[in-house]
């Protein structure tokens, strides 16, 4: 550490938690000494009905939420397909093809023909993209 002036000196507040806990009613009550562990409040009977239900509850939230969002994201997809079809949606296929030239030649140009996996050669060696 480094040192100080001779004559400065700190001054520290000292926090007593236990009058701090006193003066708290609600501390008292989360941090009191009956608050053990759960497993020595409860039988194991009433440990197992209580992780049993909270846990069919959880399932229960999860597979909602879960067929909510599945549906929301098929929803959007088939959005987009009728966008695409009714022509609110159009490609510009020649820059698809011109961004794929692109990205084979920098492919080409980065990777080592030994590392390459065959699917990956076969793909780069492709002379012209077709949109399926």
Known sequence: MAARGAGAEDSFNVLDL?????????WRKVFAPSSGSSAEKYNVATQLLIGGVTGWCTGFIFQKVGKLAATAVGGGFFLL???????YIKVDWKLVEWDMNKAKQQLKFH??????????KSRVGKKQFQPV
């Open 18 to 26: 236990a009058e701090y806990t006193k003066k708290q009613p609600w």
């Open 81 to 87: 397909q009728i966008a695409n079809h009714t022509g």
């Open 111 to 120: 990777s080592n023909d030994n590392k390459m996996s065959p699917e990956m």
